[in-house]
């Protein structure tokens, strides 16, 4: 069965921390893997990942994905209050109608 | 962002009445999505569109069924709703190209059944 699975599943740090949140994912014919932030309302989306060992980037955040050992990263640097937030994953397969298979979540609190 | 919005924002309702749930997107999105979000249980999907008429179960599909006429609009009813039924629901779309596996959500809808 496919499954994407989330480490830590709650997470509290201090301003100015730098944290990494871990994606780890079995299923059948991967073609992407991606991460969303949400806040008190809908998820929204932060990066897909589609090959191995390049860095994706935007301001403090940056993800990476390892094909070979089926696991992401989501680094995020300097962290704010308004990094608050659940961030998840999810992977994407071939075939399977654009259908996403999701982790849990991250819980990422940061306190001032 | 996909122009997605969802009606209605909340509601209440009791047990044995039926619910629809409505999602409207104006981005001529061809995929659309319904998913429920419980705590522990993370994003479900229940049921999904690849089209006009065209749709499917998805995981958590008992007790709901889905309409789409039209490509901007995706119905989803509860047909007699339980108090499991509970829960946040999320519109989301995906089109087709370079960004065929990025869902854009809707706002939500938070149902209770009492």
Known sequence: ?112 | DAGITQSPRHKVTETGTPVTLRCHQTENHRYMYWYRQDPGHGLRLIHYSYGVKDTDKGEVSDGYSVSRSKTEDFLLTLESATSSQTSVYFCATSTTGVSLYEQYFGPGTRLTVT
């Open chain 1, 1 to 112: 069965e496919d499954k994407v699975v989330q480490s830590p599943l709650s997470l509290v740090v201090h301003e100015g921390d730098t944290v990494t949140l871990n994606c780890s994912y079995e299923v059948t014919n991967f073609r992407s893997l991606l991460w969303y932030k949400q806040e008190k309302k809908a998820p929204t989306f932060l990066f897909m990942l589609t090959s191995s060992g390049i860095e994706k980037k935007s301001g403090r955040l940056s993800s990476i994905l390892d094909k070979k050992e089926l696991f992401s990263i989501l680094n995020i640097t300097a962290t704010q209050t308004g990094d608050s937030a659940i961030y998840l994953c999810a992977s994407a397969n071939a075939g399977n109608n654009r259908k996403l298979i999701w982790g849990l979540g991250t819980s990422l609190a940061v306190n001032p």
